[in-house]
Each structure stands twice: as C-alpha cells, then as structure tokens.
C-alpha cells in the first residue's frame, strides 16, 4: 500500500460543531503531519508527529486537536471553528527526514 | 526567517516548449530540498535533492541543487498539456521534519 487516505473528502461543519479528520498509511512510515491550504497558496504546517509523539505545533489555536492513536493513523480533532478556517486539510508521512507523501485532502467548509 | 522563493510565479508556454522553474533559499538548517507538482488536489512529490551538482531525472523532468548559491531549478522539456498544474519548491530543515513552502509557480502549458 503506497498512499496516505484521508476521510472525509468534503465536510461541512457550523461554528458550534465538533467534528474529525482522518487519515491513514501502511507504508511503515513514522512521521505523520497536518498542513492547511488555502486557494492558490502554498500548505502551511500545523503540526508534526515523529513516533507518534508531537514535535512540532506550528503555533495552531486549540480549536484544533491533533492526535496520533498509533503510527499508521493520525486524526485532527476540529471544535468551535470559525469561517477563516474553511480550507484544504492535507495530510501527510514520511520516513523521519525524508520525502512526504500527501493524502488527498479534506476540502472543509465552516458555515 | 526562513524563506522560499519561487519564480517566475506563473507562465504560459506552448507544447512542445522546455521551461525551467527557479527556487532560491535562504534557511537555518537546510536539510533538502524537495518538488512537488500539484494539479487539483494533493501535492505530488517529484524530487528530492540533498546534494550539489548532482541532477535527477526522470522522464522528461530533471532538476539540480546548488548548496552554494543556494537555489534549485526544475526543467521540464518537451511540455505537454498535461504538464500543467503548480510547482511547489520545498526546503526540509534539519531538525523537526519540517518543511518550508514556497509560493509556487503556476504552469499552463497550451496546445
């Protein structure tokens, strides 16, 4: 299996909502990380897990809440989002320090 | 700051042209640097590149690093239509996994 899956592709959430993003790899890889894209700008990275530990927190507000139940998964809690937030969720893994493979994407709305 | 510049931001070519996409760096602790092509949705990985003067190649794209210099190109010869999509030039530091973006260069490549 040579790809990262995400669930779900499209999601529509109000302000009040409390909702997840998923992803998914079997490729034995031990990085996993979240970036955030908006229209015709680059990803942004969120936050990083190496051995399912986070190492990096981009400074992202707590309304999101990554988690990492095991090495192949990697979750992103979403609670009391605003408009601003509406974008594309991407996903990715690698080997520690090298290439990343990225899913593709949760386009997300927040109403 | 760390920083990824990309250019030229946007061009027009018509099939059948070569194209060479430039990215200059300016990092703490540049690790690699990486391309990516992305069409609608997730980032593609192209190369990766850790060493000076070495070139990739694959298919008709190839691309090279200068440590020194501190930049990248990307050529694409012969284009084709479906060449077109947004370049991504990305630098992985040394520590954290992280990568830095930049803006990328949108292709269209014309029939």
């Known amino acids: 299996d040579t790809e990262v899956t995400q669930t779900p592709k499209h999601l529509v959430m109000g302000m009040t909502n409390k909702k997840s993003l998923k992803c998914e790899q079997h490729m034995g890889h031990r990085a996993m990380y979240w970036y955030k894209q908006k229209a015709k700008k680059p990803p942004e990275l969120m936050f990083v897990?190496?051995?399912?530990?986070?190492?990096i927190n981009e400074s992202v507000p707590s309304r999101f809440s990554p988690e990492c139940p095991n090495s192949s998964l990697l979750n992103l809690h979403l609670h009391a989002l605003q408009p601003e937030d509406s974008a594309l969720y991407l996903c990715a893994s690698s080997q520690v320090f090298h290439e990343q493979f990225f899913g593709p994407g949760t386009r997300l709305t927040v109403l | 700051e760390d920083k990824v510049v990309q250019s030229p931001l946007s061009l027009v070519v018509h099939e059948g042209d070569t194209v060479t996409l430039n990215c200059s760096y300016e990092?703490?602790?540049?690790?690699?640097l990486l391309w990516y092509k992305q069409e609608k949705k997730a980032p593609t990985f192209l190369f990766m590149l850790?060493?000076?003067?070495i070139e990739k190649k694959s298919g008709r794209l190839s691309s090279i690093l200068d440590k020194k210099e501190l930049f990248s190109i990307l050529n694409i010869t012969a284009t084709q239509t479906g060449d077109s999509a947004v370049y991504l030039c990305?630098?992985?530091?040394?520590?954290?996994?992280?990568?830095?973006f930049g803006a990328g260069t949108i292709l269209r490549v014309k029939s």
């Open positions: 850790t060493s000076s003067g």
């Open positions: 897990y190496s051995y399912e530990k986070l190492s």
């Open positions: 990305a630098v992985g530091m040394e520590y954290g996994n992280k990568l830095v």
């Open positions: 990092v703490t602790n540049f690790r690699s």
